[in-house]
């Protein structure tokens, strides 16, 4: 399994995401991937790539959020399978913090794609404005996706889990979705249909003309946190670090009263 491969890349993107690796007695085990059936292509294609014997089962259920749900599930016992994917970075168990991006040399479009098809939403807020969003629980992943999309964006998104469910949810909307859609979800990829064709579709927004842009957000550094505080004045340290009185006042507010941590002794 060849990480530098995009279908491979895109492949283990996916599994790291939705798939589930279990131990069973002995040299027992699976790998599964349960997903909506409208989906099923992406498990024949999965299917494909393997070569060993895997199977592709279908069942309707009653869940949270349907009746009838109707799922596809695609297995694979074999140990030799299994070994490779555990040894790339798919741990067996509960796996949703503890992924991260492949340790091994890997297309990086392609493996990000297979997450975002997997555990994140691409398409139009209700507001009618092109996003691209992942939900995930590994910090490594959401740092790396953060990292990776600064690179294709110029746009700086902060890691930081939410207080409801612990998970990270990072988005990117506006102009910034639709270059990072276009990047990722290049002609011809591997990708669910359904999300190709959403992708595709954020080509066509236009940004309205009475629709202002607002300004990238700087984040702190510790050698501005120390620059304010040597300051203690939000006016003079203003105009030292070329940032808004208010931006320092905050920061200073915030500094001060322990909403964030003081910069280190080391310079």
Avoid at 31 to 57: A, G
Avoid at 61 to 69: D, V
Avoid at 207 to 234: C, K, N, Y
């Amino acid at each position: 399994m060849d990480l530098e491969i995009p279908d491979y890349a895109y492949m283990f993107g996916f599994l790291q995401a939705d798939g589930h690796l279990a131990k069973g007695l002995g040299r027992k085990g699976s790998l599964t991937v349960e997903i909506s059936v409208r989906d099923i292509d992406i498990l024949l294609r999965f299917q494909q790539l393997t070569p060993y014997k895997s199977t592709i089962t279908e069942r309707v259920r009653t869940t949270n959020f349907s009746q009838e749900h109707h799922s596809a599930t695609w297995t694979l016992c074999a140990m030799e399978a299994r070994a490779t994917i555990n040894d790339l970075g798919l741990p067996y168990g509960r796996k949703s913090k503890k992924i991260t991006p492949p340790r091994v040399p890997f297309s990086r479009r392609d493996y990000l794609r297979g997450v975002i098809d997997a555990d994140g939403s691409v398409g139009y807020t209700g507001q009618g404005l092109p996003f691209v969003s992942l939900t995930t629980a590994s910090t490594a992943v959401g740092v790396y996706l953060a990292f990776y999309a600064r690179k294709i964006t110029g746009i700086e998104r902060r890691t930081k889990r939410n207080a409801r469910d612990g998970v990270y949810n990072i988005m990117y909307t506006n102009e910034a979705a639709q270059g990072l859609a276009a990047h990722l979800y290049y002609p011809r990829c591997l990708a669910l249909e359904r999300k190709q064709a959403s992708a595709d579709g954020l080509a066509d927004w236009v940004r309205p003309a009475d629709m202002r842009v607002a300004p990238e957000r700087r984040s702190w550094r510790e050698s501005e946190d120390r620059i304010l505080l040597a300051h203690g004045d939000p006016v003079t340290a203003a105009e030292a670090l070329d940032r808004t009185v208010r931006s320092c006042q905050v920061r200073l507010w915030r500094l001060r009263s322990g909403r964030v941590p003081l910069p280190s002794d080391d310079q």
